[in-house]
């Protein structure tokens, strides 16, 4: 049983960590989700609450343990040192789970146990990352780093120029093999535009060799442990939806062509996504909640020529939803305009986050 008493030993008591939104409740509960977004951590917040002679975590990534002698010795061993939770990380279900009383699984595989609950761990939104980023002393500075750099906590503890390296290196963490990183690049590339998968396989079609069968199943997959999203548009099923990327910094690694528009909407979409359970998007309307009666428009510079030019395009649409709350996002514009008898408020994003 050697190498677990050397797993035995690990005590994370003494490992450093920062509350996030979400937490794990459930004793017995599957965390699932993008690559570095910060599960192993909500594991360490868990197993505070317990002395560390009652728990015993399992890596199944880490080339040091024989899984062998592992599945062989396991029973016994947590009976013999009355272990009462169980953590299994990179968990392969290869392994017959011991009975304790808590066990806690990370994967990425979308298998589903019996009895457990399925946790999603989404990259951080920008309160948290404000938490997390302890190098900058103002709210105008952290902004400017998770605009740059994207949203994973991880990537906070990385210099400047390694950043975007390690980004792309999280990125190919959560493909099996080169073609569903060509899958996730190609989505990536597309993010925030209205685009089927028809359109996605037909552009990576024309650089690769790939079969639409693999294709969308692995698109499925992806949407399936929220790596990317399908936003639809309002009332119409059928129509093109809107494609966006789990981390809006990912955008930067796959052209030195930036569209900065793209960037900006993803950015906007994913503190909506985390909050709003309907999330649409209408002509000419970025961003639709339905149970508010509110829109939300993304744009990052704004101006009063850019303002003459949407009031046209949207009031049509204001009155056929009867729309009552408007919010403009931008970099750093802050006032108010009148939007028919709507008072439409522009914020930058670092304080409309907080109007949330």
Known sequence: MNILEQIYEINFNKV???????????PNTILVGSPKSGKTHLIYDYLSQFDSEQYLYIDFDDYKNDFKEIKENIDLFIKKNNIKVLVLENYKFNLLLPKVTSTIITTQKKNLLNGFEKLFVKPLDFEEFLLFDTKHQSTLNSFNNFLKFGNSPEVLEYSEQKKHQRNFEILKLYCDDKTQLEILLIIIKFSSEKKSLLQLFSALKKEIKISKDKFYKTCEEFEQNRLIYFCPKYEQPKAVKKVFIFNHGLMDIVSYKKNFNNLFKNMVFLELEKRYIELFYLDNIDFYIPTENHIVLAIPFFNDFIASTIVS??????????????????????????IGDIEAQILPFYNWVLTL
């Open 313 to 338: 395009k949207i009031i049509p649409m204001v009155e056929q939803y009867d729309i009552k709350y408007i919010s403009i996002v931008t970099i750093s514009n802050e006032k108010t305009i009148f």
């Open 16 to 26: 450093n960590f920062l509350e996030r939104k979400i937490s794990i409740f459930n």
